[in-house]
């Protein structure tokens, strides 16, 4: 039976760095399927990952194949509460930190791309 279940399966973070890990992960091999699945759920978070898809896929095939192989640097994990933390992170491809906020919901903890993208970022 877990068989059936394995394909579609993501891991559950279990902590905010698992969770904005396996966000950026995944989004960055192109496996937006899985992405979703460590996003957290609103209307304004899935206009942008939408949007972040979108850029993703406008991206050439050689821009696509530099993001899949560039790793993950963390710089820094700042817990603002025991439910609420925000990463600062960047690619080896182009160096550029970002800010991600990752918040804990009762599926584990999930991305929320309304910091990252919002009126307010950092």
């Known amino acids: 039976m877990v068989a059936c ?6 891991e559950k973070a279990d902590n905010p760095l698992d969770g904005g890990r396996y966000f950026i992960e ?3 091999q192109g496996d937006m399927k899985k992405a979703q699945q460590y996003l957290l ?3 304004q ?5 939408d949007q972040i ?4 896929f406008a991206l050439d095939k050689e821009g696509r194949m530099q993001l899949r192989q560039a790793s993950i640097q963390i710089n820094e994990v700042k817990t603002i509460n025991e439910h ?3 990463i600062l992170y960047q690619n ?5 930190p970002r800010w991600v906020k990752v918040v804990f919901s009762p599926n ?4 929320d791309l309304k910091y990252s993208y919002g009126p307010n970022n950092l």
């Open 5 to 10: 279940n394995s394909t579609n399966a993501v």
């Open 26 to 28: 995944n989004y960055m």
């Open 41 to 43: 759920v609103d209307t």
């Open 45 to 49: 978070n899935q206009a942008y990952f």
């Open 53 to 56: 898809t979108k850029d993703y």
């Open 84 to 86: 609420t933390s925000t």
């Open 92 to 96: 080896s491809q182009d160096k550029t």
């Open 108 to 111: 584990g903890w999930k991305v």
